[in-house]
């Protein structure tokens, strides 16, 4: 039996699909990303962002929980984040206009699209922290944009694919 079954597709990419699963084990969601890779040093790259992305501490950073290395692929789990993309906000926000209201609706299915500026802030000051963060441990995202940015119907930012990362020494 394996532990982790997926059980909806998220998105698919160039190298890569994203799937919602289970853990069998603690029967919490995970995100499984299965990277298509074929070459020794392609395999070499995902292990090391996978060990090293899972010294991270850090709320605002989509947490690794397992590696799981198959001939043709690998498994990279990670925490599920159950939100939206910072564009799918900003798409929304274009639409809606912005409230000066400052009431946070934490309802998923009424995600605060019409955000307040005390709102947009604190999303914004996240994202500055965490990088900030990231960058004194000696990790380079590289690939930091929009859609690489998760939010929570509380607020709470969660940078994700590393894939691109560079690690510096500090």
């Known amino acids: 039996m394996h532990r982790y079954i997926i059980v909806d597709k998220i998105c698919s990419g160039l190298f890569s699909d994203v799937y919602k699963g289970i853990d069998q084990v603690s029967k919490e969601y995970v995100a499984i990303k299965r990277v298509f890779a074929c070459t020794e040093l392609e395999f070499s790259n995902i292990k090391m962002e ?7 501490n850090c709320q605002n950073v989509v947490k690794y929980i397992d590696l799981i290395v198959q001939p043709k692929y690998c498994d990279i789990i990670m925490e599920y984040i159950s939100g939206w993309t910072l564009k ?7 639409q809606v206009g912005v409230s000066n209201s400052p009431e946070t609706t934490q309802n998923l ?3 605060p699209f019409d955000l307040s500026q005390a709102q947009r802030d604190y999303i914004g000051s996240q ?28 607020l709470l930012i969660k940078i994700i694919d590393f894939s691109d990362s560079i690690y510096k020494k500090v």
């Open 50 to 56: 996978f060990y090293r992305m899972c010294k991270v």
């Open 127 to 154: 994202i500055v922290n965490t990088v900030i963060y990231l960058h004194d441990i000696g990790i380079i995202h590289r690939d930091l944009h929009y859609e690489n940015i998760l939010v929570t119907p509380e």
């Open 109 to 111: 299915s009424s995600f």
């Open 88 to 94: 799918q906000v900003f798409q929304q926000q274009s």
